[in-house]
């Protein structure tokens, strides 16, 4: 057993605890037990800023932390951000309610547990039997922090044949670095070798791991079902369990895993970051909208901070703006603009980033009926794009549809023509034929109004036959609307009144009547509709006298 | 798997809430009566120790719960020593005067889930307690393989004929006999692939001896 006051002094110690009373008396225990220079923090924000800022070589950290990440969390960030060293110690404090704590992630696990509640004679023996086993690894993690893996497999070797009560946690570390070396096999080994004696969760998630990895994906999610029923809060299991099935092709499948996993450890920022992906790719927008904003919500204080996560929550909120003039609807608009703000002001010198909030915000505007707004974003997000040093084909192509949604159809075809010189993949060629064939669309539309006001020209200086050609040219497009009918309806009639009733001129008013259909009562233009219909009704019957 | 009636659904969501309560509600007791003076810790001290013991009865519960639904239980290296601590500092509270050793090596280790194997210890301490015994002792045997068996051994009146020959669970007047029962169970789900834990209890010529035995 190693001397505690030797082993902690000079060791640069953090403590993290919400309640004030628990990390003074933490701190008085540890300054009794040899600590020299400790830092505490009071929530896991705090925590992570010192960590960002120190070395340390021990942090104790409750695991219930309030709101923010939990001890977990906390270790998974600092060991991802490669902010703790392997050979630096990691202990969770958990209370009595420990039965109820979510297992962290395989490659994450804490060097040791103290529950609380407990005296210093309990906290001195805990740490000692934690530092002991540490120094044994000693070797292991030294390797480990020199990005040395092979060697470090080399020394668990040593161990296991050394040290037998060492077992369970060299063959952890062991089954981690071989997987890092991908080494399945070898992994798969050590790990079946443990379980043949002990039943332990992470084996079975590891060996579940290398067996997926070797290639037989139906053995691994078998496994990893079994190992849920046994285990059902070890929520590594759906993720591994998510990775297989989009392998296989079953995203809808994968999703509802992820979604399972959530429901018990929704303090992930990873986890919701990749169901939100999965789910927008299955056009789940219900699942990926609120996924995104956890993603955002948890990663703004933390390494996962990411702009995806701010674009995609503001692309899914889109989903939900049906009726501007509904509350539901301008709460989301809301929200997808305070999530682009943020991004705005967090990513300002990166251009790229700044582009596809633009054309997100000039959507959203689009979708909130403020035509105006939405064309100053896309105004916006083409002096971005101009000052890209070699945009990418997708942002030209959303730049093309932002173009076409706020009406500027000249700055879209000169787009479109651009593209369709260039290289494109299959899926933004269909984009852009789906565009191309948007703007003619549009185009159709505006020359059928200029047709219309031509016509209405004519009629109104009373060249009733020269209206009753553009009105019949304007008419001649399916997409005609039916003002542009009733139009040519009261040309035609109003030619006929002043000279006579002509049969086919009759049967061409016919026909346009049929097209119109019903108008209701409602209907701002069913009066005059009425009007047109009883004169043509009169006209019909002088014909036939 | 036992079939689950709605009412044991509610009692059991009940029960775990109960805990969490008792858990926040002696966690403020305790700060409370650390910023009292001396005088006050005195009186305040009888419900502290109340609902200490409402607090284990509900873990114990929902621990009982757990078993009874086969329910997981993570197994992990785990120092008999530091888990009799533990179990010890628990009991203080509640037995003041009970003189507790803890004579377990500290090099000894075992693979067992912790936070069951302390609420064991912690209701066969209480038994001894409640049977009037002084003192208790814990001490612990390793067997091959890192099996091993912990054992509570109290200068008590030792068990009653009838419960060592299984005929009885209990024998103090207010007792739900759920006690050895319960630690029972906890032993057995301790597995290995070819052994099972055990609780064996037998009486010695001073007082009562209760023998966890962990594969």
Partial sequence: ?545 | MIKQSKFEFLVAAFVHDLKNQLQSLSGQQDLLINDLPDEYKQKLAPMLRQTNQIKEDTLRLVSLFRLEHNEHFAMDDAWPKDTASDAIESCRLQFPDLVIDNRINSDAQGFYNEQLIKLALVTLITNSAQAGAKQVELLCEELNNQSLNIIIHDDGPGFNQDILEGLADTTKAEGTGLGLSFVEMICQAHQSASQQGQLTINNSKAGAIATLYLP
């Fill in chain 1, 1 to 545: 057993m190693i001397n505690l006051e030797k082993a902690l002094a000079g060791r640069r110690i953090l403590i993290v605890d919400d309640l004030v009373e628990a990390r003074s008396s933490l701190k008085k225990m540890a300054t009794l037990l040899g600590g020299g220079k400790i830092d505490i923090a009071t929530d896991g924000i705090e925590a992570m800023n010192f960590i960002h800022k120190n070395d340390y070589d021990i942090v104790l950290s409750d695991y219930n932390l309030g709101r923010t990440k939990d001890g977990q969390q906390i270790l998974e960030e600092a060991r991802f951000t490669e902010r703790l060293r392997a050979t630096s110690l990691f202990i969770v404090i958990t209370g009595e309610n420990a039965i109820d704590m979510v297992m962290g992630a395989l490659e994450y696990d804490p060097d040791g547990y103290i529950t609380k509640p407990y005296t210093l004679n309990m906290l001195k023996e805990r740490l000692i039997r934690i530092i002991t086993v540490k120094e044994e690894l000693r070797l292991v993690n030294e390797a480990i922090d020199l990005q040395k893996y092979d060697l470090a497999i080399k020394h668990c070797l040593e161990v296991l044949d050394n040290k037998p009560r060492l077992r369970l946690p060299a063959s952890r570390v062991l089954g981690q670095l071989l997987l890092r070396q991908k080494k399945f096999q070898q992994a798969l080994d050590v790990y079946s070798q443990l379980l043949n004696d002990r039943s332990v969760s992470w084996a079975k998630l590891g060996q579940a791991i290398c067996i997926y990895k070797l290639g037989d994906p139906s053995s691994a999610l078998a496994l990893l079902n079994r190992t849920l029923v046994e285990h059902p809060l070890y929520v590594q299991c759906y993720d591994e369990i998510a990775k297989i099935l989009l392998s296989q092709n079953k995203p809808i499948e994968a999703q509802e895993a992820l979604e399972k996993a959530i429901a018990i450890s929704p303090k992930a920022v990873l986890r919701q970051m990749e169901l939100g992906r999965i789910a927008f790719e299955n056009g789940d927008m219900a699942a990926a909208e609120p996924a995104f904003k956890y993603s955002i919500r948890l990663g703004r204080y933390s390494c996962h901070k990411s702009v995806k996560n701010y674009l995609q929550f503001a692309r899914a909120a889109q989903t939900f703006l049906n009726n501007p003039k509904e509350r539901q609807s301008q709460n989301k608009a809301s929200e997808a603009f305070r999530a682009l703000d943020e991004l705005k002001q967090d990513y300002a010198e990166d251009q790229d980033c700044l582009f596809e909030a633009s054309i997100i915000e000039s959507k959203t505007h689009l979708n909130m009926a403020n035509n105006d707004d939405a064309k100053r974003s896309a105004n916006e997000a083409e002096q971005l794009l101009a000052k890209l040093e070699s945009p990418k084909m997708d942002y030209k192509l959303q730049m093309t549809e932002t173009f076409i949604d706020t009406d500027q159809s000249v700055k879209a075809q000169i787009m479109i023509d651009e593209l369709k010189d260039l290289e494109l993949s299959d899926k933004q060629k269909i984009m852009l034929n789906r565009l191309d064939h948007d703007l003619n669309g549009e185009a159709l539309k505006r020359h059928t109004t200029s047709l219309n006001d031509e016509g209405v020209g004519h009629y109104e200086r009373g060249e009733l036959k020269e209206a009753i050609i553009a009105f019949d040219q304007a008419t001649a497009y399916e997409q005609a609307g039916i003002s542009v009918m009733l139009n040519s309806i009261q040309a035609k009639i109003s030619l006929m009144e002043r000279d006579r009733p002509d049969k086919k001129m009759l049967q061409n008013c016919r026909t346009l009547l049929i097209r119109i259909g019903e108008i209701t009562k409602n209907d701002e233009r069913f009066a005059r509709y009425a009007r047109l219909r009883k004169t043509y009704d009169r006209l019909c019957r002088a014909a036939a006298e």
